[in-house]
Antibody
């Protein structure tokens, strides 16, 4: 059974960067059949896919157009985890952030409420 | 971007009744790559159906998915008390997008 454990700060100041990590157990971040996603949920925007990373003999990243200029998703094979960095945040980026496995998301992290406020 | 529109916004039914939820796409969903999720308060969404009629691991057979192209449905054949929640459809054919959700409430 795949389990995802999220970590990272719950409060970020405007214009700074949001950073979250998702540790994987029960699977490998470099699995050739999986994809590793970041999704957020807010009352105003609903559920919003942000991007993914996956390994198919080399690493690939895909990002949503809405955040493409501000987002980076990286993988760390030594720690079997992947991470989200979202730059230049505003209060509009306040949301519950989730990591999830798959194309249809079969496993989810517990969620992290990130508030953007000074 | 494929826009998913779910209907109804809220569905009020009693335990034991049948629920049918709709998800319409703004353009055809390639390979019918559509999934359904259930979300309860304070929890992450849970995958119910993918592809668009395969049940995820551990999902009871009262949940079923159907449809193709631009019109998809989730049916719960006989509602149990634990089924009252918010349901989302999601397409994973072109980028990934979600519908706005259908709230299933007890009548």
């Amino acid at each position: 059974q795949v389990q995802l454990q999220q970590s990272g700060p719950g409060l970020v100041k405007p214009s700074q960067s949001l950073s979250l990590t998702c540790a994987i157990s029960g699977d490998s971040v470099s699995s050739k059949s999986a994809a590793w996603n970041w999704i957020r949920q807010s009352p105003s925007r609903g559920l919003e896919w942000l991007g993914r990373t996956y390994y198919r003999s080399k690493w690939y990243n895909d990002y949503a157009e809405s955040v493409k200029s501000r987002i980076t998703i990286n993988s760390d094979t030594s720690k079997n985890q992947f991470s989200l960095q979202l730059n230049s945040v505003t209060p509009e980026d306040t949301a519950v952030y989730y990591c999830a496995r798959g194309w249809a998301y079969s496993s989810w992290g517990q969620g992290t409420l990130v508030t953007v406020s000074s | 971007e494929i826009v998913l529109t779910q209907s109804p916004g809220t569905l009020s039914l009693s335990p034991g009744e049948r629920a049918t939820l709709s998800c319409r796409a703004s353009q055809s969903v390639t390979n019918n790559n559509l999934a359904w999720y259930q979300q309860k308060p304070g929890q992450a969404p849970r995958l119910l159906i993918y592809g668009p009629s395969s049940r995820a691991t551990g999902i009871p057979n009262r949940f079923s998915g159907s449809g193709s192209g631009t019109h998809f449905s989730l049916t719960i054949s006989r509602l149990e008390p634990e089924d009252f929640a918010v349901y989302y459809c999601q397409q994973y054919a072109t980028s990934h997008t979600f519908g706005q959700g259908t709230r299933l409430e007890i009548k």
